[in-house]
């Protein structure tokens, strides 16, 4: 994340995305989705954006796809801002960089016509013209390279003919027909039965390997993040709160929300024998993302945080740049008491903290 | 309450004593369409004890949505139960109920009373247009005629809040409630009556993992209080490794292995169990790339003669090709494997 020899292929600097909603009564209200956000690409190396619902993990990665305007905020794309006029040619050139995959295979693909009509298109629009015989290997060589072979044997069937894994297969080898350097998945194994998700990881990983393809892995499952990714960055309410190696970041949270996040994921691979009273016992009250129409002052974690102090109430926390790459934006930082994150029960502390409150 | 003529095959899926509370014997559910009509489950059988959470994994097309529509008796055509069945064993200690053959009428004063279920969208499985608190007093009234309004009214108000779900949310309507605090309402509203068995279709997959936590921490403590029995179906092994006291792994529409949470983590003995294990990346362990499974599940309509797990099977033997392997008892669990069968080592 902090490795400055390499430029970033993609980069969002203090972006922002609001959007406008009619409430009920027919006043506009506004929804702060994605506040501030800053991130890099880097070629060859893989960041997972991890929060839940709601968080803004996918309005940034509509924002890097380019499919939403930023409010405020600037996206570079290998150094040069992107404009903000929409001219064809710009977004052309910008939609043969970087490409998205969505999180439904079976919505992705037009249903309609075959494997290799679908991905015809897609080197058609962004090579023009070719000669048949130089089509049909592109096709064969995409369907390759996200081991669907041999491809004469998937050429023509139609999306509804392949499984869930084989399509999404199918999307992203769409998504390589342009040659990209990003590629942005947005939960792209969430809706993939979990036998075959693993694939759809390495079949990324190889992509970072051996094409050197920066890659944005949008989750709510931080395991499949830890797995794939180099960095983590950890989304709330709209909001980056921490960042840094994924390893780090797992198992030393900095920020009390990826505490949070942590403990709450089921771990397969948790010893067993620990008591299940003692995994579940005391996550009786753990509150809920606030709204992003009214998000609250100061840290917007503050109405859940067991550590909450006047100053969260009413100031946004400062960045704490920390060792080896991280930050995280709590003011725990500030004040020295960042220690006691680390062996704090935070499910157990939230609940104590809300039920004290509802009482 | 035992029943008769057990075969040996069976005792191990269905230890049948006093404290049993489902049983449910060779199962099989088919959807009749056009053609050949397609089996969805088949065989299964298992036993669940009073107060214990039963999982129950497997991916799409398992036949897990399939098995549970039967065994709550919600399925609609074209999904027939064609043979077997689920005796309901009350704790009054009256005669077991066989669910599937039981009348409408005698079925709907087991529901809510006895038997209840949480579905996984738990908008659709609340009344858009009536107040929270009135859906709960149409159940308890249901269900209790000398219940007066005044106090049903009292009761859903305690019920949410032992969901975390303040009293006065009872005059709210569904969608001004956040979707965990209505997938928390329809658990509270399940427990209503005081069944003695929920079943759980994916009731957390619509939530983020940190509701899914909550969701999970207050079920279990409902459960040391009320000691009701859980059927809990997911996709998620993970999530069942931590929750369920034993799961039953499911694969092309019957049940592989049945074991404690524990042996299934530790010991696997079907390779699919196995693979399903291994195709969840640790959180803190260290990380080794792992290959899932490779292939997809088979069609139902065209099942293999032998094993339907052949084709991805890194363990197949001639025999798998051929011969249909059962789920047969080892020790205190069972699993539906040929590399467990008399005289082969695994």
Redesign the interface.
């Known amino acids: 994340m902090t490795d400055t020899t390499i430029r970033p292929v993609l980069e969002a600097i203090d972006v922002s995305k609001h959007f406008s909603v009619a409430n009920g009564i027919g006043d506009a209200a506004v929804v702060r989705a994605v506040e501030g956000v800053s991130l890099r690409l880097l070629p060859g190396r893989i960041v997972a954006v991890v929060g839940e619902s709601g968080s803004g993990k996918t309005t940034l990665a509509r924002l890097l796809a380019r499919f939403y305007e930023p409010t405020t905020g600037e996206i570079r794309l290998a150094g040069a801002p992107v404009g903000r006029t929409r001219r064809a040619r710009s977004e052309k050139t910008y939609r043969k960089a970087v490409q998205l995959i969505f999180q439904d295979p079976f919505g992705s693909l037009n249903p309609l016509h075959r494997v290799r009509h679908n991905l015809e298109r897609a080197i058609a629009l962004h090579h023009g013209r070719m000669s048949r015989q130089a089509r049909d290997e592109r096709v064969a060589s995409l369907l390759e390279r996200v081991s669907l072979v041999p491809a004469s044997d998937y050429l023509d069937k139609f999306p509804h003919e392949l499984s869930g894994g084989q399509r999404q297969r199918v999307v992203i080898a769409r998504a390589l027909a342009v040659e990209p350097r990003v590629l942005l998945g947005d939960e792209p194994i969430s809706m993939l039965d979990v036998s075959i998700r693993l694939e759809m990881l390495n079949l990324l990983d190889s992509l970072r390997r051996e094409e050197g393809l920066a890659i944005l892995y949008i989750t709510h499952d931080i395991a499949s993040a830890r797995y794939l990714c180099d960095d983590i960055v950890v989304m709330y309410a709209g909001q980056m709160v921490e960042a840094g190696p994924k390893d780090e970041v797992i198992s030393n949270p900095q920020h009390p929300y990826t505490k949070l996040l942590v403990e709450s994921s089921p771990d397969p691979h948790r010893d067993v024998a620990v008591d299940r009273e003692a995994i579940f016992g005391d996550a009786d009250e753990l509150g809920e993302p606030p709204s992003l129409i009214d998000p609250p002052t100061g840290c917007r974690f503050h109405p859940r945080c067991p550590f909450a102090m006047e100053r969260c109430r009413t100031t946004e926390p400062p960045r704490a740049v920390l060792a080896e790459g991280r930050w995280a934006d709590c003011w725990l930082h500030e004040v020295g008491r960042a220690e006691e994150l680390h062996e704090a029960p935070m499910t157990e502390l939230i609940t104590r903290r809300l039920s004290e409150e509802t009482r | 309450m035992t029943t008769t003529a057990l075969t040996a095959r069976n005792d191990a899926a269905r230890p049948v004593g006093s404290d049993t509370v489902l049983d449910v014997d060779g199962l099989c559910v088919e959807y009749a369409g056009a053609g050949e009509p397609v089996r969805a489950c088949t065989d299964v059988t298992f036993a669940l004890r009073r107060g214990e959470i039963l999982g129950i994994v497997g991916?799409?097309g398992s036949g897990k949505s399939t098995l549970i529509t039967a065994l709550t008796r919600l399925q609609r055509p074209p999904a027939v139960t064609t043979a077997g069945r689920v005796l309901f064993h009350p704790q009054d200690g009256e005669e077991p109920v066989d669910l599937v053959r039981l009348t409408p009428r005698k079925l709907r004063a087991l529901r809510w009373t006895s038997l209840s279920i949480v579905l996984q969208s738990a908008m659709d499985a609340l009344n858009p247009v009536m107040r929270l608190g009135a859906q709960f007093v149409d159940a308890l009234r249901e269900h209790d005629r000398s219940m007066s309004h005044t106090a049903a009214w009292e009761e859903a108000r305690r019920l949410l809040g032992l969901v975390?779900i303040?009293a006065d949310r009872a005059r709210s309507y569904p969608h001004e409630l956040?979707g965990?605090?209505r997938q928390r309402a329809t658990i509270a509203l399940a427990l209503a009556c005081r069944p003695e068995l929920v079943v759980m279709d994916e009731p957390t997959t619509a939530v983020?993992?940190?509701?899914?936590?909550?969701i999970?921490?207050?079920v279990?403590?409902l459960r040391r209080e009320f000691g009701f029995a859980v059927v809990f179906v997911t996709?998620?092994?993970?999530?069942l490794?931590?929750?369920a006291d034993r799961i039953a792994v499911m694969y092309a529409g019957r049940i592989v292995e049945l074991a404690s949470?524990?042996d299934v983590?530790?010991t696997p003995m079907h390779p699919y169990t196995r693979?399903?294990?291994d195709?969840?990346?640790?959180?803190?362990?260290p990380?080794t790339?792992?290959?899932?499974?490779?292939g997809?599940?088979p069609d139902l309509r065209a099942l293999p003669s032998g094993c339907p797990f052949a084709d991805r099977c890194p363990a197949v033997m001639e025999r798998c090709r051929t011969e249909l392997p059962l789920l047969e008892p080892h020790g205190g669990r069972s699993v539906a494997c040929h590399l467990h069968d008399e005289g082969i080592r695994p």
Do not use: C, K, N
Not at chain 2, 208 to 214: C, E, I, L, P, S
Not at chain 2, 235 to 239: I, K, T, Y
Not at chain 2, 279 to 285: E, K, T
């Open positions: 991916e799409s975390g303040s956040s965990g605090m983020d993992v940190v509701m899914q936590r909550q999970l921490a207050q279990l403590r996709h998620d092994l993970s999530l490794l931590e929750l949470a524990t983590y530790r693979g399903l294990r195709s969840f990346p640790p959180l803190h362990a990380v790339r792992l290959e899932g499974i490779p997809s599940p």
